[in-house]
């Protein structure tokens, strides 16, 4: 079935009783040729990409709760490019270009919403980085904006401008960065990937790989054995885990990051801004509710829920950008798990066994990144080469020391 407008009307008039499921519920097949281990976002979107992009008609996705009840429903929604390195800056802009014409792609309202974001200068050294990174941005495509103090206080006029510790200089703006409704986007991912034929199998964990002679000829799952050609690994804070199966141990360490909505409040922040001074970032949703994060918990866990001497923290921060959100309360929050790089890039790559390929390492920007990063994986399982703007994201930088030490991802766990 297309979603449309006239779909819209015309169910209104005839009771609603038209709708069909937007996505099957199957029992898994015995073979497929291509396994997707995680229905979140960068599984969902590999499949869709597998599907639509690179013709596989044999594809599963295997979710072991829900899909959309990981990270891709957890995040502060923020999409944007506004990345320095080589090895980033292009497969982010990629990402932000796909952003773009998603809801056509997919036929599906994510409620992609191009507000802009500001990072935050404080400092003269500060605004010494900013305007590399954007002419960095500039050089790779992207849009940048470097901003003054007057021209940030014309669009932010509530900020803290003249706080003595951080006093706000200005802001490097990518108009195309914004926010995108982040479940929306594991749903429409998933009705696309199986009205492309995708097996999309929920409440399906998986407890093992099926190894044998170097080459892995499936995963074990708690609905039993599903053998598959090859199998891709999408786990996300899980990924220490579930390649642990596969007796792989990775350059990941999992931390906590949590999610905070305020009461919602008449309209006051127009686009995302990025405080990373007191780190802490901030937009506003559509229903009016301040949608902010800041600093991982800090400590290594498997645990989807965060504790409370970082709301204290993060409050400081958001207290110190806009000293009135102290008057309004904290709706609710929430934690979803990081798989944190140690140069706070992704990995998209084969591993040493024959068939099973990773892809994980997002630290806390992999929602930005869920477009590039399905048509990438898509690209690699389907190929077996990597994608072009993906070719920096393999495991073996970690031993030749070609890092990709980037600022622009938030932080990393080896700066804590
Ligand atoms: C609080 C918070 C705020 C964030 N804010 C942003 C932001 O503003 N911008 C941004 O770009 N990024 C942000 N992120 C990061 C982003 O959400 C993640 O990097 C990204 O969503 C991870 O990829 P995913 O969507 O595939 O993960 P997930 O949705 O977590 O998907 C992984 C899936 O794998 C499944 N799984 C795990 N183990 C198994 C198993 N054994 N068998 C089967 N399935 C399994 C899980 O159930 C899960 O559904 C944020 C994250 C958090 C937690």
């Not at 900020?159 to 200089?169: E, G, S, V």
């Not at 686009?271 to 800090?298: C, E, N, P, R, W």
Request: proline content about 4%.
């Amino acid at each position: 079935m297309r979603y449309s407008g006239f779909r819209v009307i015309k169910e209104a008039l005839t009771g609603h009783e038209g709708w069909t499921p937007a996505w099957r519920d199957p029992e898994p097949k015995a073979q497929y040729d291509i396994v997707v281990i995680g229905g979140g976002g960068h599984g969902l979107a590999t499949a869709h990409y597998l599907a639509k992009v690179y013709g596989q008609r044999k594809v599963a996705v295997i979710e072991k709760g829900w899909i959309g009840g990981g990270n891709v429903g957890r995040n502060t929604t923020i999409i944007r490019s506004n990345y320095l390195l080589d090895g980033n800056e292009p497969f982010y802009e990629f990402s932000l270009k796909l952003w773009e014409g998603l809801e056509q792609d997919v036929n599906y309202n994510a409620m992609v919403s191009q507000r802009g974001i500001i990072n935050l200068i404080h400092s003269d050294a500060q605004r010494d980085a900013f305007t590399r990174r954007g002419n960095a941005m500039i050089l790779n495509g992207a849009d940048a904006e470097l901003l003054d103090a007057d021209q940030v206080r014309k669009e932010y006029p509530y900020l803290n401008f003249n706080d003595a510790r951080f006093p706000i200089k200005g802001g490097l703006a990518q108009r195309r960065g914004g926010t995108v409704r982040h479940d929306a986007v594991a749903w429409g991912y998933a009705r696309s990937a199986d009205s492309h034929g995708v097996d999309i199998i929920q409440n399906c964990e998986v407890t093992g790989f099926r190894i044998e002679n170097g080459k892995c000829l499936g995963v074990e799952t708690s609905k039993g054995f599903i053998g598959a050609g090859k199998v891709g690994c999408a786990v996300a804070g899980n990924s220490g885990r579930v390649m642990g199966m596969a007796g792989m141990r990775l350059p990941i360490e999992s931390h906590v990051l949590q999610a905070f909505v305020s009461e919602g409040l008449k309209p006051l922040l127009p686009g995302v801004i990025t405080f990373g001074a007191g780190h802490f970032y901030v937009s506003q949703s559509d229903k009016g509710g301040l949608v902010f994060g800041g600093d991982l918990d800090g400590y290594n866990s498997y645990a989807q829920r965060g504790n409370l001497p970082v709301v204290e923290d993060v409050c400081e921060g958001g207290m110190a950008l806009m000293p009135m959100i102290g008057r309004a309360r904290l709706l609710r929050m929430w934690g979803g798990i990081m798989d944190m790089s140690m140069d706070g890039s992704p990995i998209i790559d084969r591993t040493p066994v024959e068939g099973l390929y990773f892809n994980g390492g997002w630290c806390y920007g992999g929602f930005k990144a869920t477009p590039a990063s399905g048509y990438c994986f898509a690209h690699l399982l389907a190929r077996d080469e990597p994608h072009p703007t993906a070719t920096a994201y393999r495991f073996d930088r970690f031993r030749t020391g070609r890092m990709i030490d980037e600022k622009g991802v938030g932080n990393q766990p080896n700066l804590h």
